[in-house]
């Protein structure tokens, strides 16, 4: 079961890398023991000094260290964030199988529900002996449907117990322009591939994906006794399906614009778009109880899939709810469906092994009862030391953005008041929430993996629904503590730092400040940027979608940020693929303003006023190197291929690179001259925040 968690968090969390969940692999980082000869927090053993800084400053900080740490066959990249999550991955296994070889735990404690979730996914003995009979009575229930009805109870019976989302999203989040209150929200949804361009595309690449699916739901339907020319059938009427409704979902770029995903309609006038979607009926089916309105992501989306509802034969509605079930289900059966999973992600992202069972597991359990496990996680391995760097950090950082902010020569005074009025009211999420979720009333059983899978899912929609009516709870942390991630939330006007992310490379009690501001600073940086980037900015102090800016200020900041947009267009992966300048920008902004506040902090320190070098670097270039240790890596070419569709953030050689070629610190850092492949003249230098 996929177990995609139905808040939608209608912006998101805008993180600072993508697969916060994903579980990663290969060398943990080599920690510091008193063994140890000093730690060189720039080695220059990792860069590539043959390519000069001023032609491609990621190739010259990070060359050798990518040369000689090849993506390993289970991971589909390799990078500071992969090390740093597979070490946090280490970590969570020894408190897993701790806490699941301990006998006799109080039943419903933290600690029983943890355990026994890892040792259920872990019985592969009994999992390998029920094959899918787990997944026996969905398939069976859909078989008796007889009518258009019967296929919209299904769409709801099986999110209401947790099965999966057919169709379309469904989600209770706060409501952007009412920010003290929840509302239910519908979003696109219903396709298997991850962007709609792989369904609409016709190049070798797409082909090569939409093959892979067509194979995938052959494989799944054939395990499941359907005979192989019934199975194939099924998968050629899937992929229609799922293609018409690729057609009538909205671009991600499209999608950046909060106010056009704004749509609110009174529960009645909506149901008039969608004929067959009666939700005035529906919504009690779904335990939603009071509402008088909804918001509703991609009206027009709803429009045709209603349409589709009524043209399409029940008999291909029940072949595609199955498919929902089995797609849902495939990873966590026997082995023959967990490889045919395994085949078709691969395809996808060129993943070469499969991730084995145990780390799958510690992924799973992060993200699922991610607030029992972290309790355990943060006990052992976050310093409260940790926390209180981290409080001074973001506050310099803060009082620096401020005096940026008051600077700008493109903003009048009154937009800059207000702005600095939203810099006031960030909160700011450290480490681990401040009270933990307690999961009640969940029940998790050792000989039981799909179930309690199933039960989480219902649990997490139960949640969900029982906030309608209450106010929001602003104190909710966003990540897990395990997380190498950070994120900036618009509702909320909240940044968040995990525990995970307070480590080296990103931070070291032990590193000098040029080490530290490039990384966790310029990280803080990135996520109070996020407040003012092309989303961000049109939220106001309290987190409500409302626009606080002077239209000459706004058309000022569209020409600034349409240059990023350009410089971003410009650049190539894969030799053919563009970055997408649009759909990156909210990040590449964040980018651009984070290295500056980091920067400028940073030279309010000690450090940053001198100019003694540290393992034959000066202060300053050590800001500028450490930036780009935070994002050497590398990645398969199908995941970079994907990811340029899907990710709004930039691949890290660009990250890195593009940022810096709109500071005259770094020209000056590093001597960059005319000539050198990434000058940009003074006057092309591009300056937002
Ligand atoms: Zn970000």
Redesign the pocket.
């Known amino acids: 079961m996929k177990l995609k968690f139905t808040n939608l968090m209608l912006i998101g969390a ?3 890398s993508a697969n916060a969940f994903a579980i990663e692999g290969g060398k943990p980082v080599k920690g510091k023991s008193p063994n140890d000869p000093p730690k060189k927090f720039i080695d220059p053993a990792n860069m590539n000094t043959a390519v000069k800084p001023g032609d491609n400053f990621f190739d010259y900080a990070n060359g050798n260290w990518i040369k000689t740490n090849a993506i390993p066959a289970k991971e589909t990249r390799w990078g500071s964030f992969n090390i740093l999550r597979q070490n946090n991955t280490d970590k969570l296994l020894k408190l897993l199988a701790e806490v699941s070889s301990t006998p006799g735990q109080a039943k419903g404690s933290l600690k029983q529900r943890v355990g026994d979730l890892y040792a259920s996914g872990m019985d592969s003995v009994t999992i390998e002996k029920k094959g899918y009979t787990p997944i026996m009575p969905e398939l069976a229930r859909i078989d008796k449907i007889s009518n258009l009805d019967d296929v919209i109870n299904e769409l709801v019976y099986e999110r209401v117990n947790g099965i999966g989302n057919p169709l379309f999203g469904f989600g209770v989040g706060p409501d952007s322009k009412h920010i003290e209150k929840y509302i239910v929200s519908l979003r696109q949804g219903g396709t298997s591939l991850p962007d709609r361009d792989n369904y609409l595309k016709d190049d070798a690449r797409s082909k090569k994906i939409q093959n892979a699916l067509k194979t995938y739901i052959t494989t799944l339907f054939t395990l499941t006794g359907t005979n192989a020319d019934v199975a194939a059938k099924n998968a050629a009427t899937i992929y229609e399906l799922e293609k018409s409704l690729a057609k009538s979902q909205m671009s991600r770029v499209a999608q950046r614009d909060p106010n056009v995903t704004y749509n609110k309609f009174s529960v009645a006038d909506f149901s008039k778009t969608t004929p067959h979607l009666n939700w005035v009926k529906l919504l009690p089916m779904l335990k939603v109880t009071g509402q008088d309105t909804l918001l509703v992501g991609q009206p027009a989306f709803f429009k045709d899939a209603d349409a589709l509802l009524a043209a399409t034969s029940v008999e291909d509605w029940k072949t595609y709810l199955k498919w929902n079930v089995l797609q849902g289900s495939a990873s966590v059966l026997s082995s023959p469906f967990v490889k045919a999973s395994f085949v078709y992600n691969s395809a996808l992202s060129g993943q070469q092994t499969q991730t084995p069972r145990n780390e799958r597991l510690s992924g799973q359990i992060d993200g699922t009862l991610g607030e029992l496990l972290g309790q355990l996680y943060v006990e052992k391995y976050f310093t409260p030391a940790a926390k209180q760097y981290m409080v001074n950090l973001v506050n310099n950082l803060k009082i620096t953005l401020g005096e940026r902010i008051k600077n700008l020569d493109w903003m009048s005074d009154v937009t800059k008041a207000r702005a600095l009025k939203k810099l006031a009211a960030f909160r700011v999420k450290i480490g681990y929430p401040d009270k933990w979720e307690t999961y009640a009333g969940l029940d998790i059983e050792r000989g039981d993996y799909y179930g309690n899978l199933k039960r989480i899912s219902k649990w997490r929609y139960n949640f969900n629904v029982t906030r309608l009516g209450k106010p929001v709870d602003r104190n909710r942390f966003g990540m897990t503590p395990p997380t190498v991630n950070a994120s ?1 939330s618009p509702n909320n006007n909240d940044i968040t730092f995990p525990a995970g992310i307070l480590q080296f490379p990103f931070f070291d009690f032990g590193a000098d400040d040029a080490v530290n501001y490039g990384g966790i600073g310029a990280v803080i940086g ?2 109070m940027t ?1 407040g003012f980037d092309d989303q961000g900015r049109q939220f106001d102090a309290d987190g409500t979608l409302r626009d606080w800016w002077t239209k000459d200020d706004a058309d000022k900041f569209k020409v600034r940020a349409d240059q990023v947009v350009n410089q971003y267009n410009a650049f190539t992966v894969l030799d053919t693929m563009h970055v997408n300048g649009r759909l990156t920008l ?2 590449n902004l ?1 980018d651009l303003g984070g290295l500056n506040v980091a920067y400028q902090a940073f030279k309010k320190t000690k450090q940053g006023q001198s100019t003694t070098k540290t393992d034959g670097f000066t202060p300053d270039q050590r800001f500028f190197l450490s930036w780009a240790q935070v994002w050497r890596g590398s990645q398969r070419p199908e995941a970079a291929a994907q990811r340029i569709l899907t990710d709004p ?1 930039s691949p890290e050689e660009f990250r890195t690179n593009a940022p810096i070629t709109n500071m005259d610190a770094w020209y000056s850092a590093f001597s960059i001259q005319p000539g050198d492949k990434l000058y940009k003249k003074p006057e092309e230098r591009i300056r937002v925040w």
């Open positions: 805008l993180c600072l900036y990135h996520e996020h909210g990040e964040a953030h």
